[in-house]
């Protein structure tokens, strides 16, 4: 009798080892997953302020977002597939003392998907059916529903000079690729 209640036990254990397990690995695979419609894609909008470098960039961001109409217009190409996830809207800005801006649209079609910034290293995690983001900021694991920004605040060296940056990111959602236009 006491072998079949230990043999019983050691079955329960297994099951509820086989569970835990099993919620874990479901947990991690969300991760790179995406469920979004193939003719939808997510717009995040990515600013970096770097203030304390007496640089000066001067380039025209090549895109503009209509939050309004979903509207985007690109000045440079880029294939609109099946496979496009996500839109970067990427914008460094300099200030003082230096000044200017430069950036541009960065498609992704694959999640996880790495991002670099001048000064920061972010990763994109997942999509949801709903367009919300999951992604990574300075090692800080980040959850952006549609219309949430998320600012991160700090100080770093770059080109020679001890700079202060924020960057921000802002999730617009759910987008039609067919509002996606290019300027020729």
Not at 73 to 91: A, Y
Not at 111 to 129: F, K, N
């Amino acid at each position: 009798m006491a072998g079949t209640i230990g043999k019983r036990q050691l079955q329960v254990i297994g099951i509820v080892g086989v569970i835990a397990i099993s919620i874990i690995f479901a947990k991690l695979s969300l991760e790179g997953t995406t469920s979004i419609p193939n003719d939808k894609y997510v717009f995040l909008q990515v600013e970096e302020n770097i203030s304390g470098a007496p640089v000066a960039i001067d380039k025209p961001i090549p895109y503009s977002f209509d939050e309004t109409s979903g509207t985007l217009l690109c000045r440079s190409s880029f294939e609109i597939s099946d496979n496009l996830v996500t839109v970067i809207g990427k914008r460094t800005v300099v200030k003082e003392p230096g000044g200017g801006a430069a950036g541009g649209p960065i498609p992704i079609y694959t999640i996880p998907s790495s991002l670099e910034t001048l000064t920061l290293r972010s990763e994109i995690l997942s999509v949801e059916s709903d367009g919300t983001i999951h992604l990574t900021c300075d090692n800080t694991r980040i959850e952006l529903k549609l219309g949430e920004e998320f600012e991160n605040e700090y100080t770093t060296e770059w080109m020679g000079y001890q700079v202060n940056c924020i960057i921000t990111f802002k999730n617009y959602g759910l987008q039609d690729k067919d509002k996606i236009s290019f300027e020729s």
